[in-house]
């Protein structure tokens, strides 16, 4: 079975920095689309950064310049770069993967989330 596991999360001080990592395990080809979201109690789930099939990486507004999406085909691992963070951006951090896999060339996939705290 194809597992997303997330890890990276924790407690950091405003202008601090955390890097997820989302590590996919299974029976996988290559990776399509991919990218980070984020949810609050309370509030709705957003799109921090977000990578297409084709196209460029998108990020919001609210992380433009502090946070980075990138991965590693080889690890089949997929990270969030987080840079001057600040306590706005506390939040449970899921990734996402649409990725191909012996059964389907296209598959969607969802990290079980972790926890980032900025203290102020």
């Known amino acids: 079975q194809v597992q997303l596991v997330e890890s990276g999360g924790g407690l950091v001080q405003a202008g601090g920095s955390l890097r997820l990592s989302c590590a996919a395990s299974?029976?996988?080809?290559?990776?399509?689309?991919m990218g980070w979201y984020r949810q609050a109690p309370g509030k709705q789930r957003d799109v921090v950064a977000f990578?297409?099939?084709?196209?460029?990486?998108k990020y919001a507004d609210s992380v433009k310049g502090r946070f980075t999406i990138s991965r590693d085909n080889a690890k089949n691992t997929v990270y969030l770069q987080m840079n001057s963070l600040k306590p706005e951006d506390t939040a449970v951090y899921y990734c996402?993967?649409?990725?191909?896999?012996?059964?389907?060339?296209?598959?969607?996939?969802w990290g079980q989330g972790t926890q980032v705290t900025v203290s102020s």
């Open positions: 996402y993967i649409d990725m191909a896999t012996m059964w389907s060339r296209s598959n969607d996939f």
């Open positions: 990578m297409p099939s084709g196209g460029s990486t």
């Open positions: 299974g029976s996988i080809f290559s990776f399509n689309a």
